[in-house]
């Protein structure tokens, strides 16, 4: 029999780990809060440094960025590579279903800058108009 030096009871030599004066509930007990306690400090500890360093963490976490750049870049590229029919398709699709969205675009890339949105997708639809009624005279 052994005496628990925290609960205080007696128990069977094998209610306790090995050369530990508490029993093994105590024991887990004690484990279990001390780890509870460790990640709070941790995460308190975290919180601290990250409230001290914000600048460095930015910073840091941008070179991690551009440090993997052209890692992403490069995957980027293989991606679109493998599927470029993909792409195409669905580019297409797009056109097909956004016609004014996607002249939009087109003039939204020449308008000067500052062009206002609403005068982009006027033109838009103007031109698209413009192009149904060509097509239309062409099947004439
Ligand atoms: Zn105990």
Known sequence: MKTCSKCGEDKEGGEF???YSQCKMCARDQSAKWRKENTEKKKAANAAWYKA????AKESRRARYE???PKEKDLHKKWRAANTEKIKHYNLK???ENPVKHRACGLRKRAPKGTPEIIIE???INN???HTIQQQEKQL
């Not at 360093?53 to 460095?56: A, Q």
């Open 67 to 69: 440090a993997n750049r």
């Open 94 to 96: 797009w056109r097909t």
């Open 122 to 124: 006027t033109q838009a």
């Open 128 to 130: 698209l108009i413009r």
């Open 17 to 19: 780990y090995k050369k």
């Open 53 to 56: 360093n914000k600048e460095k």
